[in-house]
């Protein structure tokens, strides 16, 4: 362990004396004792395979070659560095600090072989993925793959589950450098999960290669201690914890995974011997969930221009270039539909980008899409995710992106905003940490965070589906009778299965029980929420009205409220398992269980904002991120409260847009900071420094 450690510290220092992103000159700590591997002094920073956008499937070696070799490509223009000083140069991804590249899940066979061993998929690597991981290290780069803590992967392949030690020898001997380990097919207990993921971090240990370790349990309880089963916390346990689902949802994802993230803060961060950060999933690409894809999204800042006549309002050109094309949108202010790409309305704009598509992003009445990953969404997460200190890990086929959609790119390489991010002012004891800064403590810990549609209003909301019994253990878990008589709840998300608007689809929805709300069925009627069992037909009846069942679609597995039909169809089978708490159907050949979705419904009507901060330049500045996930464009304010968080209230500040590169106020006495956002999941992000 000792000789384990000593060379982790030579590598440590070897790697700051290169000017390394990955450890700080200088930072704030607090004494803790710290999965001591040495990696984690920063968020980490990388690319997976899971959402290929314009690449094969999971991709193979010579696809995942050529995304190493756009990591070091000085292809990037790159007009302000770190300090947001002007310069004029083509840069790399890796030289931001992007480092890892992750092939994700999908790499080995389905089978381990006669030996027990992994093995990697033969038709992907027909010479083994040891040449892929030396040529990712030929570059100067880092190597990263996928496991999961239970008896199989989420894609059915070998889980780590009782073959911890001989994965964590064979995957060090391949040279992994970053292990991203699922939480499907084990149990959901926590006491389980701690155990099963310290039993890996310490197989990892064991081998003497430093690992990153990357937990995949879609839960913020991997963040704080829990005394009660012993654990001592994240910090003990990886680098970094996934706390909410997949982005693969769209923004309402997004939004969960900030809503998750938040309250964390004082739970993570750098520490003497390596560090552990929140993790929210992977990065999406503009078009993710829209309508139709888009082939470009490219939009110059240099048509952006601060007046001279009133400093801070923000004006634009009357023409966006994209795709070599030019179109004319209105111009405005900031707050007024602006024609900035950071800051405006795709929707309201009818934003049009290479294919002569619009982004729908608004509300369901007007056309929209609440999950459409729009411009500004897209750039909304990057900047979110910076500013809460999340991993940063993109996907996507990257040349293809710098090609098609080079908006991406600009997103992701903006050097300002990665500084943000890799910044490790950070004292968990001081308040120097992550935070949602408009809000009281305890709305911050999740109670006060509501960006989501009207909950009276479910024309929004997600359909309730189907999938493998087994592979999301808590999601699949129903309770009947909470918190109200026939009502049908999944515990870990605190939603209920309700009939759409009482018409057929079958939602989840937040538990309403309140006798003066006026609801589809009536002023305090509930039907659409309640349910029975027949347990003698094999299936589950609404109350809403005579004769109708639980149907499930056997092509999509949405599930639907219909007329129960004669002889009790297949798909209507559904089943109530007392043991397991389950919800079974039989659908072409397979038990396929109800599996509730942990993204929010998509974000509705409303004027709902949100306030984020983080200490940077070991505290004499913060990052103040500014979401408007309303439908209309308003100014996002940080009132006097909210900046007393930041240690910056009455204080003598500088104010810069670092998406606009521009100072935008000076203040001597700063009392409030209020700015103009566009609506429909616009943010905008301020540099509030000490002058």
Not at 451 to 468: F, I, K, M, N
Not at 498 to 522: F, K, L, M, Q
Request: glycine share 10%; net charge neutral.
């Amino acid at each position: 362990l000792i000789a384990r450690q000593s060379r982790v510290k030579a590598m440590a220092k070897a790697l700051k004396t290169a000017g390394s992103c990955l450890f700080a000159a200088l930072y704030l700590v607090t004494v803790t004792h710290a999965l001591d591997n040495g990696w984690g002094h920063r968020p980490g920073m990388g690319w997976e395979g899971d959402y290929n956008v314009l690449g094969p499937p999971r991709g193979n070696i010579s696809y995942l070659s050529d995304i190493a070799r756009f990591f070091v490509a000085d292809v990037i223009p790159q007009r302000f560095d770190t300090r947001g000083y002007p310069v004029s140069r083509n840069v790399s991804l890796a030289s931001l600090g992007y480092f890892y590249v992750n092939p994700s899940s999908s790499w080995d066979a389905m089978k381990r072989s006669p030996s027990g061993q992994l093995v990697p998929d033969p038709a992907k690597y027909p010479n083994g993925i040891l040449p892929l991981s030396k040529l990712i290290h030929s570059l100067g780069l880092k190597f990263g793959l996928y496991g999961d803590r239970g008896t199989l992967d989420c894609d059915k392949r070998p889980g780590q589950l009782g073959h911890e030690t001989e994965d964590a020898a064979y995957l060090a001997s391949i040279g992994v450098d970053w292990f991203k380990t699922d939480s499907c097919y084990d149990s959901g207990d926590h006491a389980t999960a701690f155990k099963h993921y310290g039993t890996m971090r310490d197989a990892f240990n064991k081998t003497g290669r430093a690992v990153w370790l990357a937990l995949c349990g879609w839960k913020p309880w991997y963040a704080p201690p829990d005394p009660s089963i012993g654990y001592a916390g994240g910090l003990t346990l990886a680098n970094s914890f996934r706390t909410g689902p997949d982005t693969v949802g769209g923004w309402p994802a997004v939004l969960t995974n900030v809503a998750n993230a938040a309250p964390l803060g004082r739970f993570v961060g750098p520490t003497s011997e390596g560090g552990a950060w929140t993790d929210g999933s992977l990065q999406l690409t503009p078009g993710w969930g829209c309508f139709s894809t888009i082939k470009s999204a490219h939009l110059d800042d240099s048509r952006v221009k601060e007046t001279t006549e009133n400093p801070g309002t923000i004006k634009a050109n009357t023409e966006v270039p994209t795709n070599g094309r030019r179109h004319r949108r209105n111009a405005g202010g900031l707050g007024n539909h602006s024609n900035h790409p950071h800051h405006h309305d795709d929707d309201d704009l009818g934003v049009q980008m290479g294919t002569g598509s619009t982004w729908g992003v608004g509300s369901k009445s007007r056309g929209g899409n609440g999950k459409c990953m729009s411009p500004a969404r897209h750039r909304s997460q990057f900047t979110l995710w910076s500013v809460l200190a999340m991993n940063l890990v993109m996907t996507g086929n990257l040349w293809a992106l710098w090609e098609q959609q080079p908006f991406a790119i600009e997103t992701w390489s903006n050097a300002e905003v990665v500084a943000v991010n890799q910044d490790t002012t950070w004292n968990r004891s001081t308040g120097l940490y992550a935070q949602r800064l408009d809000v009281s403590a305890a709305k911050a810990t999740g109670a006060g965070f509501d960006l989501r549609a009207d909950t009276h209003t479910h024309t929004q909301h997600q359909q309730a589906h189907v999938s493998e019994c087994g592979g999301e253990p808590e999601a699949q878990v129903w309770t009947f009778g909470s918190p109200a008589g026939g009502y049908l709840q999944n515990p870990g998300g605190k939603q209920c299965a309700a009939i759409s608007d009482c018409r057929t689809e079958v939602i989840y929805d937040a538990c309403e029980t309140d006798p003066s709300v006026h609801t589809c069925a009536g002023r305090g009627n509930y039907a659409h929420f309640e349910w029975e069992v027949d347990a003698v037909n094999t299936r589950i009846l609404s109350r809403l009205r005579a004769d109708t069942c639980l149907t499930v679609d056997e092509h999509t597995l949405g599930v639907s409220a219909a007329p129960c039909l004669a002889g009790g169809p297949p798909n209507q089978r559904f089943v109530y398992i007392n043991a397991s708490r389950q919800i079974q159907v039989p659908v072409n050949g397979q038990t396929l269980c109800l599996t509730f979705s942990g993204s929010p419904p998509p974000p509705g009507p409303g004027n709902a904002t949100a306030v984020y901060g983080r200490p940077v330049d070991q505290g004499r500045s913060w990052a103040v991120a500014l979401l408007n996930n309303g439908e209309k464009p308003t100014n996002v304010t940080c009132n006097a409260a909210c900046l007393a968080k930041t240690g910056l209230l009455n204080a003598a500040v500088t104010v810069r847009d670092l998406w606009l590169h521009k100072t935008v106020l000076r203040s001597s006495n700063l009392t409030s900071l209020s700015y103009p956002v566009a609506p429909n999941g616009s943010t905008a992000l301020l540099k509030v420094s000490r002058t």
